[in-house]
T-cell receptor
Framework: DGGITQSPKYLFRKEGQNVTLSCEQN?????MYWYRQDPGQGLRLIYY???????QKGDIAEGYSVSREKKESFPLTVTSAQKNPTAFYLC?????????????FGPGTRLTVT | GNSVTQMEGPVTLSEEAFLTINCTYT??????LFWYVQYPGEGLQLLLK?????DKGSNKGFEATYRKETTSFHLEKGSVQVSDSAVYFC???????????????FGKGTKLSVKP
């Protein structure tokens, strides 16, 4: 089955530690995205990548970093510089073909930092 | 700038009631419009879409019509079920024929609870 996997589903970290969230897709999609979801805030774009070895900042990139060394993988690192990292993180991908750019979402990782 | 505004929830309905979730957008051009659904503890799934004015998207009994004159894309269902309880997100995206990809802009989501 094709899809997007995110692991782990729940992640707990101590304040001051960096943590990396995994996102893998086997849909052969070019573009991948990371979103943050907070209660009542909808989804906010953190980073996106349209092609391997290239990525761009989204609306709330501060305190986060990404890499895109392989087409299938787009890991997100939440650094200690992120002031409020506790949130639900969603990864998505799209083939980017016109006329509509449907994004497929993974199941999410809930990160709790104490 | 471009934005999406949804009615605030939560919305609580009895089974078999009629559902409307309002969505309006502000955009400088002619975006494609989407409704996504998020069931508890899960990621988002595309529910329906419309790519041009007057298009009607439909899926699983849900419908939404792209109204350019009112910049709206309201979600409707004639008879909701308990299994429809979820958070619904309206979203838009701009696309170009040049191959570049736009980014989705989401509303804040509307939580729907359906009681038996």
């Amino acid at each position: 089955d094709g899809g997007i996997t995110q692991s782990p589903k729940y992640l707990f970290r101590k304040e001051g530690q960096n943590v990396t969230l995994s996102c893998e897709q086997n849909l052969n999609h070019d573009a991948m995205y990371w979103y943050r979801q907070d209660p009542g805030q909808g989804l906010r774009l953190i980073y996106y990548s349209q092609i391997v070895n290239d990525f761009q900042k989204g609306d709330i990139a501060e305190g986060y970093s990404v890499s895109r060394e392989k087409k299938e993988s787009f890991p997100l690192t939440v650094t200690s510089a992120q002031k409020n990292p506790t949130a639900f993180y969603l990864c998505a991908s799209t083939s980017g073909r016109h006329p509509f750019y449907e994004q497929y979402f993974g199941p999410g990782t809930r990160l709790t930092v104490t | 700038g471009n934005s999406v505004t949804q009615m605030e929830g939560p919305v609580t309905l009895s089974e078999e009631a009629f559902l409307t979730i309002n969505c309006t957008y502000t955009a400088t051009g002619y975006p494609s419009l989407f409704w996504y659904v998020q069931y508890p503890g899960e990621g988002l799934q595309l529910l329906l879409k419309a790519t041009k004015a007057d298009d009607k998207g439909s899926n699983k009994g849900f419908e939404a019509t792209y109204r350019k004159e009112t910049t709206s894309f309201h979600l409707e269902k004639g008879s909701v079920q308990v299994s429809d309880s979820a958070v619904y997100f309206c979203a838009l995206i701009f696309t170009s024929y040049g191959g570049s990809q736009g980014n989705l802009i989401f509303g804040k989501g509307t939580k729907l609870s359906v009681k038996p």
